[in-house]
């Protein structure tokens, strides 16, 4: 058995094994049992594990001896998916595989598969256990729609997908069987470990889609009408740890420090959800008493159009207007009401996923929001910040990858100045500047990521991974940056700058 651990940044562990599946198992059993402190989420991968943890993760030689669980994986339930085998590529995948329809679908659908790991997608299981004559690489173009119960082979592997999604797997028929939705006590339909059976069926219908997003009318007492909402308002809390071994992301607020400082004046729990507005332009008008503040990026703020200050409690009476102006520096506000924002939970969370489509929508003009109880007291009047520097310098800690840098790239990473690209959201800040070569392009098998990673494409321009990034990825991270939150408020065109740690 090879097990070798590698640094992700300072709270988290790649761990390469032989059982990726079944060290996990193990590695919940040794947490319950009090072996393993601080374990926030595990994201097993087709070679690795990727551990997080609330603060410095245990020793390398702990994480180590953590031995697999294979009573998962040899569990002998198995879950039975009905599939219309009517797929638009069944004909050409026939074609390519040299038989005939029935025949991919009699291979098809003889194996019990097993799930090995999740990704892409909130739910999208990858299952191993196809036939080796249906292994076909991903289509050369991916499609820009896969409908939600598509059922597809791709890369020597199965799977159902979950949402309707972009796509680049071979489609060979479809399911009604609903293999997501964040409604249910348990979303996921597959996990790790379990095993799969298709089962050909002659009918059948598409699967309706559960919707993951509230709506945003769904109050019963708003506090606060959105007259206009800026070019793009979320509504964010600390997000939603602790699902990644589903394929589900953390997501939450860019400036994290932000959120929290607008809280705390506010008399809130930290975790009480606010709004996160990029730019400015966000006009909000109280429809009854209430308290508001705002921290972020710094620039105007007016209240009934008198100009009021950032970072500090804004007590308002029905039918006060608050709108926020075009930052002077930085280019996301905070916005906190007294008592917390309120509404639906996508698993315990009211964090908007822009990539994986969880959660509230985006804020739009008529949006009503309901506010909490106040549950804690105001005991400032004002908070002084700096302003967002002009040029930001990040401490960058090794990744997994690391290793796979030429020399010139690390020096580069010490010396170099990047900016923030224009192609930057709140999945992965692009940065333009030096080029980071790898010592050589081999693939790598996609493995689990963190916020903050740094990953290097093959056109050797880095990309640092936001809130919003998905839980695995196929580019290798090379570093991992500590102060995500600065990175929210470069606007495109600041100079980066990194100090590596630990290297």
Known sequence: MTVRILPSGPRARLVEHDDPAGYAAGLHTAAADGAIHGLVDTIPAERTVLLRFEDTPPPDAILASI?????????????????VYDGEDLESIARTCGMGVED????????????AFCGFAPGFAYLTGTDRRLHLP??????????????????????????????????????????FDPTRE???????GMRVRFIPSRSGAMPPVASSAPSREATDDPAFEVLHPGPLTLLQDLGRPGHGSIAVGESGAFDRGALRLANRIAGNPETAAGLEALGGGLTLRALRHGV????GATGPLSVDGTPADRCTPLRLAPGHVVTLGQPVTGVRSIVAVRGGIEGPRVLGSLATDTLAGLGPQRIASGSLLSVGDARGDINVDHVP?????????????PGPR???????ARTLLAEGVFTVGVDSDRIGVRLDGPRLDLREARPLASEGVVRGAVQVPPDGRPVVLGPDHPVTGGYPVVAVVEQVDALAQAAPGVPVRFTLVGW
């Open 385 to 397: 910040t700096s302003n967002p520097p002009s040029s930001i310098t990040l401490r960058l800690h």
């Open 186 to 192: 348990e979303p996921a339909l597959l996990h790790p």
């Open 138 to 179: 991903r289509r050369d173009t991916p499609r820009t729609r896969v409908p939600a119960g598509a059922v597809a082979i791709a890369a020597g592997y199965s799977a159902v997908y979950p949402l309707s999604s972009p796509g680049g797997w071979h489609l060979l028929g479809r399911t009604d069987e609903p293999i």
């Open 292 to 295: 508001v503040v705002v921290t």
């Open 67 to 83: 031995e697999p669980r294979t009573s998962l994986a040899g569990r002998t339930d198995i879950i039975e998916i009905p599939v």
């Open 402 to 408: 690391y290793e796979w840098l030429t020399a010139s």
């Open 104 to 115: 991919v679908i009699s291979l098809h659908s003889a194996p019990t598969y097993l799930v």
